[in-house]
């Protein structure tokens, strides 16, 4: 049993609309860059994070609230599962962000399993990692995705992401894609990112 199973302090729980800072923070965390790359400079004094919040907090669209799952430890939000049906990608509107920007990101909407359902963000604070938290995450999202009525998960990890390919690789999950975002000073990932998949 991994500590984390083990400890009665931690609780999963599905997220409400005041972890909305927290979640951001999180999803930050999980995106490594990509949120950074894509939002940085929009709107004036405020960082990508703090740009994320008032979506995170509304009732709507793929980043609300209602498509988080929390790990909360004596009462402090320390990880995320964040996830929604694929197909509602299609429908994203990304006409607000700068389209060089759009661009270099183009594979990886190209490069989905249409039908899945998709985690688009996990993340668990530095200091509580390897206590099986991201393992209780998933859990709850899987079973969030059996009762959407969905038959398998997939994501989107970085190829460098040694950590998460781990973790990945030991849940079942398997490599069946694999976008080519080209390398960049603001977002210096090698390797592209591997689309992943695990039935349920
Ligand atoms: C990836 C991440 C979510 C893992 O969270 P975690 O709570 O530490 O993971 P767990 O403790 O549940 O790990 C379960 C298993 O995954 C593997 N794993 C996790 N972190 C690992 C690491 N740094 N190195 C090697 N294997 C690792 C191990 O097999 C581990 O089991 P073990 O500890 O018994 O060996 C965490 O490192 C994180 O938040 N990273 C930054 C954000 C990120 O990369 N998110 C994924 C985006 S796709």
Redesign the pocket.
């Known amino acids: 049993m ?1 500590p ?1 199973q083990n400890d009665d302090r931690l609780r999963i729980r599905a997220a409400v609309a005041d972890d909305a800072p927290e979640l951001a923070r999180l999803v930050g ?2 995106g ?1 860059g990509v949120y950074e790359f894509l939002l940085d400079g929009l709107m004036p004094g405020m960082t990508a994070v703090e740009i994320l919040v008032p979506g995170l907090a509304g009732r709507s669209g793929s980043l609300s609230y209602r498509q988080s799952g929390v790990a909360e430890l004596d009462g402090r939000v320390v ?1 995320i599962a964040h996830g929604y049906p694929t197909d509602w990608i299609r429908m994203e509107d990304y006409s607000g962000l700068p389209p060089d920007r759009v661009a270099h990101m183009g594979e990886f909407s190209e490069t989905l399993d249409w039908g899945s359902y998709f985690l688009s ?4 604070d530095p200091d ?9 995450l998933l859990g709850w999202f899987y079973e969030r995705a059996r009762t959407g009525g969905f038959d398998r998960v997939t ?4 190829a460098d ?4 390919r ?2 990945y690789a ?1 849940e079942g999950f398997e490599e069946i894609g694999r976008a080519a975002i080209p390398w960049h000073p603001r977002l210096p990932h090698q390797g592209g990112s591997i689309l992943m998949r695990r039935y349920l």
């Open positions: 991994s984390a965390i999980a490594g990880g963000a996990l993340a668990v509580l990692r390897r206590r099986g938290i991201a393992g209780q994501l989107h990890v970085w992401n040694e950590p998460a781990h973790l030991g």
